[in-house]
């Protein structure tokens, strides 16, 4: 069975700094996908970046990178300049794909607030 | 043009009474799923569903039952609603087959059981 962790229930940052999220999981698969979603107060979930097991290149949507450690089953978010909007809760998922649908396995998430 | 589109956003009832939520997504997608978030935001698969299989999460009570009309709808009935159902509910959808794009969720539907 497939595992993800985070190991920071709460976290904050000063406006304009960085941070980094940190999530780890457990496959025996080798083909899968990663994910990062938000979800800010208003509830929506909201993708924010996603990552294909099989290529080494990490992610990069604007201010939000992954640093991407296959061999460690790591997959961190880090949120570059941060803004009061990104003050959310963030959900590190793992997917795999089977013939009958997607197979999603999300963490516990990461509360993060941005300081002004 | 919402993407995947639960009804209703909010949902106040009493313990016993029968419920059901909407989800319709435009996306052409071929599977659906319904999650369920508690109070610690934990989400919790309940079900899949696409053409060919519908896919249960053993722990999910026979309470709660998905039904689709069409590709394009899965709704979620609840029947003798109880106080622990509590939760946000959400719809989501993707591609079986494709880039793995991920899901789409909707905005999610509160329910509230007093």
Redesign the interface.
Known sequence: AQTVTQSQPEMSVQEAETVTLSCTYDTSENNY?L?W?K?PP??????VI?Q?AYKQQNATENRFSVNFQKAAKSFSLKISDSQLGDTA?Y?C?F?K????????Y?G??T?LTVIP | DTAVSQTPKYLVTQMGNDKSIKCEQNLGH??M?WYKQDS????K?MF???N??L?INETVPNRFSPKSPDKAHLNLHINSLELGDSA?Y?C?S????GR??????G??T?LTVV
Request: overall charge positive; proline content about 0%.
């Open positions: 996908y994910f979603y979800q208003s509830r929506q979930m909201i993708l996603r294909e809760m959900f998922a997917m794909r089977l013939n009958t649908g997607n197979q999603f999300f516990t998430g509360s | 071929d599977t799923y610690k935001k934990f989400l698969i899949s569903y696409n060919k299989e896919i946000v959400f989501a993707s591609h079986s087959q793995g794009n991920g899901y789409t969720f905005s999610g509160r």
